[in-house]
């Protein structure tokens, strides 16, 4: 089984990765395996009963407004970075999160590197699938990188 | 001055041991060029045409004594013993080592410096008015905003990968000292009728290949809300801002695709939200803030001091370095002197480590501690009371530092160019040079008045060449250097682009090409009026009838 960070730990993946041009027989979808869905398959496939089982990922221009009344149930969504310098990813995160209060997991996938891990999990990223020649086990320090957050209100703390 | 609390200064020892790391990694061979490339460019690692240059943030362009000899120490040890500073005063070092630059950084955190935010799709180093804190025609200080902002932008987690560079400026005079109309977002100080603090917002300006004037986005904008529009302004940026072509990437092309009034429905939509929300700024931390930079303690300066008056009777000297280096200082008694980068022959905002710590010693003794740097790559001191005027002139000539051609047409502002810079078209230095050394009569460039002439090497437009009253633009022609020439552009309230005249000219002539474009203008002004202004009036074609020939003129 493939392996991911989540939490901060490394942890086994159990979710099967749908590309956009899979073709998803009624077979496949009954099964019990977790599935996790490009937007477009997501959106035909919202009846699949079993929606514990059911994520979605979104590339970074997916109008992800349709996933807004689903929000509390989804139990993961992924966001695609076709390559780490494209940042959209960013803000998609921190509006799930803050401005549609999603608490389900949120994870990275794609072109994504451990120096990027401390700043996406600050926007609101729990989960990180790591570029293939990506070790995981490597990674780990990076949420350690800055001992700073960002605070409220403040830009960032002032006299702390 | 800001002076970093224990998180500000964990954040760039922070810093300095990632890149260390990030630096360790790329030289063992674990991390490919493609990869450290981008980690390299967030801390201002660039490679030039001849060596890795670095480039180090000065936010807002404030410096203190104590940084300014840092930055000499480091010419010094680390580079040829000198520095640049450019227009958007931020200072380059041109010759620095690859894996040296690491503990360049380290020595830079040691006085609360880093050359995050100098390079890379993030936003970049806030800039302000050169004068701010100390311009008698100040709205009020914007340095307290400026902080705010660069504490909320120097590693916003959100807008690391931009789809391009964004730069943001925020102004607190009447005049526009720092060109907020020429940036991504241009802030400008207000006070409401009912005596409430906020900015006037301007979207979308900037140079570069496309330039284009700001547009207004608000017309008054409480501060307690800046962050979070700001906010509200990038994240619809970053969604939605071009990825497929570098060069339409820029927020102005997005403001432009979508129309200012969809853009701006896009942006309230966003704040609509986030308005009253976390990021908001509390009154208590405008008060911490604006502590930093208030100063109350100036002592008593006579400014009728009899020395003084008496100097700029019979020096003619002084008299001249005080009419055009010395700005009016809001406390009575007190000026603001700004120290010229432009000495002929000498690249325009080049300053050596032996200036450098002269400047840093006439800044203790003058000003407070002080020093400014200009977008127009010079250097400022803000405070010095006007009986000490003469001393710190005697100090600044024997550093070469008092030429008196601030605003003049030799004051030229110029980016490094073909010199240096890997993506030049053409070299500016030797340009720059050639017109100083042609218009080097002072009582000529007086006669002149208030010239702004602005060189760029290529269409990135680093030289400012737009809003040059003359522009002149470095362009390739079959692999000579040629140059373009524009009139007209200028900064400010009536921040306007400058036009081509016409076709190019090779390097070469551009000094006689400007002798003839001034022959015009002494010919054609009214009293006083200054040479902007004369172009406005009469328009190119009596320019271009004196450049190119009469017939040659009616065709372009
Ligand atoms: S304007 Fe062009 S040549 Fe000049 S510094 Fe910028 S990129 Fe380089």
Known sequence: MPRIIKDGRIADDPWRWVTTDEVMTPECLAGDEHLLLPLPLWQDQQDRHDRARTGVWLAPDDPFIALLPWLAELPLIAIHFPVFTDGRGYSLARLLRSRYAYAGELRAVGDVLRDQIYFLHNCGFDAFCLRADQAPEEALGAFGDYAWTPVAGRGRALGV | MYLYNATDQRLVDDRVIQFRGQMERFLAGCLSEDDFRPLRLQNGLYIQR?????????????????????????????????????????????????????????????????????????????????????????????????????????????????????????????????????????????????????????????????????????????????????????????????????????????????????????????????????????????????????????????????????????????????????????????????????????????????????IADLAERFSADEIRVSHEQNLVLPHVARKDLLALWQGARALGLATPNIGLLTDVVCCPGGDFCSLANARSIPVAAAIQQRFDDLDYLFDLGPLELNMSGCVNACGHHHIGHIGILGVDKNGEEWCQVTLGGREGQRGALGRVIGPSFAAEEIPDVIGRLLEVYLAARHEGEVFVDTVERIGLDPFKARVYGEEHAAHH
Not at chain 2, 173 to 197: K, N, Q, T, Y
Not at chain 2, 258 to 272: N, R, S
Not at chain 2, 301 to 328: C, G, I, K, M, S
């Open chain 2, 50 to 358: 001849h060596a890795p240059m670095l480039r180090v943030a000065i936010p807002y362009g404030t410096l203190s004594s104590r940084q300014l000899r840092k930055l000499a120490d480091i010419a010094r040890r680390y580079d040829r013993g000198y520095g640049h500073f450019t227009t958007r005063s931020n200072i380059q070092f041109n010759w620095v080592r690859l894996e040296e630059a690491p503990e360049i950084l380290a020595e830079l955190a040691t006085v609360q410096m880093h050359a995050i935010q100098t390079s890379g799709n993030c936003i970049r180093n806030i800039t302000t008015d050169q004068f701010a804190g100390a311009a008698a025609d100040e709205i009020f200080d914007p340095r307290p905003y400026c902080e705010l902002v660069r504490q909320w932008s120097t590693l916003a987690p959100e807008f690391l990968f931009l789809p391009r560079k964004f730069k943001i400026a925020i102004a607190g005079g009447r005049e526009d000292r720092a060109a907020v109309r020429f940036h991504d977002i241009g802030a400008s100080a207000r006070v409401g009728e009912d005596g409430r603090i906020g900015f006037e917002i301007f979207v979308g300006g900037g140079l570069g290949r496309t330039p284009m004037v700001g547009k207004l986005l608000k017309d008054f904008l409480p501060r307690e809300e800046l962050l979070n529009f700001f906010e509200a302004i990038l994240r619809v940026y970053n969604r939605y801002g071009r990825r497929d072509n570098k060069y339409k990437a820029r927020i102005k092309i997005l403001v432009k695709e979508l129309g200012l009034e969809t853009f701006a429905k896009e942006v309230e939509d966003e704040w609509e939200w986030s308005r009253g929300g976390p990021n908001t700024i509390e009154a208590a931390t405008f008060n911490d803030m604006e502590a930093f930079f208030a100063r109350l303690d100036y002592p008593p300066a006579d400014p009728h001091d009899p020395a003084y008056r008496q100097a700029l009777q019979y020096n003619r000297a002084f008299a001249r370095w005080v009419e055009r280096n010395v700005a009016r200082h809001r406390v009575e008694g007190y000026a603001i002197v700004t120290l010229s980068l432009k000495k002929t022959g000498i690249p325009p905002g080049d300053a050596t480590a032996e200036q450098m710590e002269g």
